[in-house]
């Protein structure tokens, strides 16, 4: 029985995810996604008008469902800086394991992208804002009941965001959990 056409659109995304996760957006062809599908070679334009477009429905794609995975982490019972320290935590297991499903595509795609296609860069921007978003409430909840010290809840969510990009970078190029450990030693400091 053929899928309905939104259940193959989600289908695509998801075999892409694993491969572009793996390989990166450049290195991966439509012919790949879509032999690996198993869907006919001709029907990728009915479900997305360009490989942009594609690019930009898989990020978006990622960073709703990212959130949706750490919202509740971070908006847990426990005070500011314990849903912090767990977030981070979950970024280690989430980054450091052999799931490729899990990896950040930011880290894999940002560099990439950003220099090709306005639109996808857009919705990195967009992305990781919302993501910093989440992360500055945490710390303005830490604020809030002491366990957090900073006069900048959003200063401070992108520095530590940015930090955990580059220590996910630096864990790939190091095939190493140390960038982690580091980045890990850095935000207990930084939190207070």
């Not at 008008?49 to 426990?78: C, H, M, T, V, W």
């Not at 957090?148 to 520095?159: K, P, R």
Request: charged share 20%; aromatic share 10%; hydrophobic share 40%.
């Amino acid at each position: 029985m053929k899928k309905p056409a939104n259940e193959m659109r989600e289908h695509i995304l998801t075999v892409a995810r694993a491969l572009m996760t793996h390989k990166g957006y450049t290195a991966v062809g439509l012919n790949e996604v879509l032999s690996t599908a198993g869907v006919p070679k001709g029907s990728f334009y009915y479900y997305f008008k360009s490989k942009e477009e594609f690019g930009q429905a898989l990020l978006d794609e990622y960073f709703d469902e990212y959130l949706a995975r750490i919202a509740p982490i971070l908006n847990q019972q426990a005070n500011g800086a314990e849903s912090l320290l767990g977030y981070f935590q979950y970024w280690i297991e989430t980054q450091h394991d052999d799931s490729l499903y899990n990896k950040c595509l930011v880290v894999k795609l940002g560099a990439e992208v950003c220099d090709l296609s306005e639109v996808m860069r857009q919705v990195l921007d967009k992305g990781t804002g919302r993501i910093v978003k989440l992360i500055a409430g945490s710390i303005e909840r830490g604020i809030s009941d002491g366990s957090v010290v900073t006069t900048d809840s959003v200063a401070l969510a992108e520095a530590l965001y940015q930090m955990w990009l580059g220590a996910s970078l630096m864990a790939k190029v190091n095939r190493s959990t140390r960038p982690f450990e580091s980045a890990l030693t850095m935000t207990k400091s930084l939190l207070g």
